[in-house]
């Protein structure tokens, strides 16, 4: 199996802090992880190369120092990764993004291209499907399990708000994936030597034969007019005492306010 | 401080450090509790290649010395030293086949050893040779083109859980200590069977068990090194592994450390933080100065060692002697530090110091540590006349 993994290089969550006067993300100083849903797309990948042998590729989209995320894949378990780093691709949203990352998936032909079902910065979950509807290929998001893959088809599950589905797909396909789908391996002592000789390609727009309109700002529509952190509610009254107590007091409440 | 490690030594520390963290820390209350085998942890270690630090590239392994292993053991036991004595007497059994195995036994075990698939332990204790290791009773005849065992070993860390055991046995007991030989046994030949899983004060993550031997047949090719040579074997064998018990001393004792350090920043009494008294600072000064010198002699010897020394016993005694009594002393001062805290289960430092304790009794008690030590400063006294 030939497979592309897309990663994301995400500050890390868990350290970020909101700038009060701007409402923007204070980025300097934040250590950069991989997307940890990504984490779960690689594991899923590295496993599915190890049942049926064949190659995986990560692929990302960013800055040059975006290709540390790569190396950390490569200590996991990838084989080879590409850097997609260009000035041209600047601002893009997920339009512009899922056309960036599909014109260098058609490059690379695989077999399941996997994408974790979100990143944790952006949080739009569009970016899997969107790759997918631009290679015309069937797209499968949010798999939880995945249940046997074949010469040509794939059959897997699909976490819904209730149960799942079973969902059986022709290859090449594309699957986004949450984080009940496996636990990520820690790096391994060859994953991490190999990840620090490793080459990382360095592909561009012109790389990829990417159209200049469609890529970076130019190629999106969304346009971020304002980032803020919503006020916080400060009207709010805690009622004390025993459930009984609570009650009464709410329901009083709720009268005074003509609620009831 | 900073020992100058290369980047390489620094990539295994961190890895090291991150397995113990995410993997080790959150469940080692457990696994002291119920005496579980750490089976999940030791597949982490597996797939992250720590099993094939020490063993030559040739073999799957990653051709690293005893540096390198006790960066790795020195990690694992800041957080647990009863996952860490499960890991390291696994090289400790290794070391018989590294040194002294042949060319065919060193392709037939070290590959599985290395990539974590096979566990391995070292017998040599029995009821009466401990540290009297000329006192063993267990035996091999050679019949036709096989040897015959016969006799129980004690006290053996991963017994029951290792597929390939090092064993020392008599071959001729009227030669005494001479008339040892080492062999290689396999789980599941007839005639190996296991004792009792022993119930112990600390490191009870890790399995301690008797093999029993009645006429278990092995192959005659599965002696290790030619007959006689069984106690060369046992010794060169603790020479290299004794510095990793050293190993373990120094990160118990900076796992034990960082908890009390942690506590008496937080702890208040008459109105401050009790690290703001001299009292616990005096402590805390000691400890801390206690664990980087050990530290420092024990990254000393292992690169020793490593330089391919020929007479490494005094050196490796030295810093297994000096880290372990270090480790028992810093463990019982953490608790002191903590109070009625530290001797409470909640938190972690009772088990570091129970755990601590056999550092100064396994792989050769500190006493004899210093008959070790004792017997070196002789002879190179009587060289220099």
């Given at each position: 199996m030939n497979i592309v993994v897309c990663i994301k290089q995400v500050p890390d969550a868990a350290e970020v802090k909101i700038n009060?006067?701007?409402?923007?993300?204070?980025?300097?100083?934040?250590?950069?992880?991989?997307?940890?849903?990504?984490?779960?797309?690689?594991?899923?990948?590295?496993?599915?190369?190890?049942?049926?042998?064949?190659?995986?590729?990560?692929?990302?989209?960013?800055?040059?120092?975006?290709?540390?995320?790569?190396?950390?894949?490569?200590?996991?378990?990838?084989d080879e990764a590409i850097l997609l780093t260009d000035k041209a691709f600047a601002g893009s949203d997920t339009l512009a993004t899922s056309y960036t990352l599909s014109k260098?998936?058609?490059?690379?032909?695989?077999?399941?291209?996997?994408?974790?079902?979100?990143?944790?910065?952006?949080?739009?979950?569009?970016?899997?499907?969107?790759?997918?509807?631009?290679?015309?290929?069937?797209?499968?998001?949010?798999?939880?399990?995945?249940e046997d893959i074949g010469e040509k088809s794939i059959r897997v599950q699909r976490l819904m708000e209730e149960g799942y589905d079973v969902v059986e797909s022709t290859l090449p396909v594309l699957l986004t994936v949450v984080k009940e789908l496996n636990e990520p391996r820690l790096p391994s002592l060859k994953g991490k030597m190999a990840a620090k000789k490793a080459e990382i390609k360095k592909w561009t727009a012109a790389d990829i034969g990417a159209d200049e309109k469609d890529v970076g700002l130019k190629g999106s529509p969304t346009q971020v007019k304002n980032i803020f952190a919503p006020e916080p509610k400060k009207d709010r009254q805690m009622l004390e005492g025993t459930p009984e107590e609570q009650t009464d007091a709410l329901i009083k409440k709720l009268m005074e306010l003509k609620c009831l | 401080m900073d020992y100058f490690l290369t980047e390489e030594q620094v990539m295994i520390r961190d890895l090291a450090r991150q397995i113990a963290e995410e993997k080790i820390v959150p469940q080692r209350e457990e696994l002291d509790e119920k005496e579980e085998f750490p089976w999940d942890i030791m597949k982490v270690l597996a797939q992250?290649?720590?099993?094939?630090?020490?063993?030559?590239?040739?073999?799957?392994?990653?051709?690293?010395?005893?540096?390198?292993?006790?960066?790795?053991?020195?990690?694992?036991?800041?957080?647990?030293?009863?996952?860490?004595?499960?890991?390291?007497?696994?090289?400790?059994?290794?070391?018989?086949?590294?040194?002294?195995?042949?060319?065919?036994?060193?392709?037939?075990?070290l590959p599985d050893i290395a990539a974590g698939?096979?566990?391995?332990?070292?017998?040599?204790?029995?009821?009466?040779?401990?540290?009297?290791?000329?006192?063993?009773?267990?035996?091999?005849?050679?019949?036709?083109?096989?040897?015959?065992?016969?006799?129980?070993?004690?006290?053996?860390?991963?017994?029951?859980?290792?597929?390939?055991?090092?064993?020392?046995?008599?071959?001729?007991?009227?030669?005494?200590?001479r008339g040892a030989s080492a062999f290689i046994v396999e789980k599941g030949t007839p005639g190996f069977s296991f004792g009792k899983k022993e119930k112990k004060m600390g490191i009870r993550a890790s399995t301690t068990r008797e093999l029993i031997f009645e006429n278990c047949r092995i192959p005659k090719e599965n002696i290790i090194g030619r007959e006689g040579m069984g106690f060369i074997v046992?010794?060169?064998?603790?020479?290299?592994?004794?510095?990793?018990?050293?190993?373990?001393?120094?990160?118990?004792?900076?796992?034990?450390?960082?908890?009390?350090?942690?506590?008496?920043?937080?702890?208040?009494?008459?109105?401050?933080?009790?690290?703001?008294?001299?009292?616990?600072?005096?402590?805390?000064?000691?400890?801390?100065?206690?664990?980087?010198?050990?530290?420092?002699?024990?990254?000393?010897?292992?690169?020793?060692?490593?330089?391919?020394?020929?007479?490494?016993?005094?050196?490796?005694?030295?810093?297994?002697?000096?880290?372990?009594?270090?480790?028992?002393?810093?463990?019982?001062?953490?608790?002191?530090?903590?109070?009625?805290?530290?001797?409470?289960?909640?938190?972690?430092?009772?088990?570091?110091?129970?755990?601590?304790?056999?550092?100064?009794?396994?792989?050769?008690?500190?006493?004899?540590?210093?008959?070790?030590?004792?017997?070196?400063?002789?002879?190179?006294?009587?060289?220099?006349?």
């Open positions: 009060p006067e701007t409402g923007t993300l204070i980025r300097e100083g934040v250590p950069s992880i991989i997307n940890p849903y990504d984490m779960h797309a690689i594991e899923a990948a590295v496993q599915i190369k190890e049942k049926t042998s064949g190659k995986v590729t990560a692929i990302t989209m960013g800055p040059p120092q975006a290709e540390t995320a790569l190396r950390d894949a490569i200590s996991l378990g990838v260098t998936i058609e490059k690379l032909s695989p077999d399941i291209i996997i994408c974790g079902k979100q990143a944790i910065d952006g949080d739009t979950a569009q970016v899997g499907p969107e790759v997918a509807e631009f290679l015309n290929i069937p797209h499968v998001a949010y798999v939880r399990k995945i | 992250s290649d720590m099993f094939g630090l020490f063993i030559p590239e040739e073999y799957g392994g990653l051709g690293k010395g005893c540096l390198e292993l006790a960066i790795a053991v020195e990690e694992l036991s800041r957080a647990c030293l009863g996952v860490s004595t499960t890991y390291a007497a696994n090289a400790l059994g290794t070391y018989p086949l590294l040194l002294y195995g042949s060319e065919e036994q060193k392709k037939k075990y698939k096979k566990l391995v332990a070292f017998g040599l204790t029995e009821a009466n040779a401990g540290s009297d290791a000329a006192g063993i009773q267990t035996t091999a005849k050679l019949e036709g083109n096989e040897y015959v065992l016969n006799g129980t070993k004690q006290w053996i860390t991963n017994g029951g859980e290792a597929e390939i055991y090092t064993i020392i046995a008599m071959t001729d007991k009227s030669k005494g200590a046992a010794m060169k064998t603790l020479d290299n592994s004794r510095v990793g018990v050293g190993a373990q001393g120094v990160g118990v004792a900076q796992g034990a450390f960082d908890e009390a350090v942690k506590f008496a920043r937080q702890r208040v009494q008459f109105g401050h933080p009790i690290i703001s008294f001299q009292a616990i600072q005096h402590m805390l000064a000691d400890m801390a100065t206690q664990i980087e010198a050990a530290r420092a002699l024990v990254y000393s010897v292992a690169r020793y060692i490593d330089s391919g020394a020929k007479d490494i016993s005094k050196a490796s005694a030295m810093a297994k002697l000096f880290a372990t009594d270090m480790a028992m002393k810093v463990t019982v001062d953490a608790v002191q530090v903590m109070g009625g805290s530290g001797y409470m289960r909640e938190y972690p430092v009772e088990k570091m110091m129970r755990d601590a304790k056999i550092l100064q009794i396994y792989e050769g008690t500190n006493q004899i540590q210093r008959n070790v030590i004792g017997q070196a400063l002789i002879k190179e006294a009587a060289k220099k006349k």
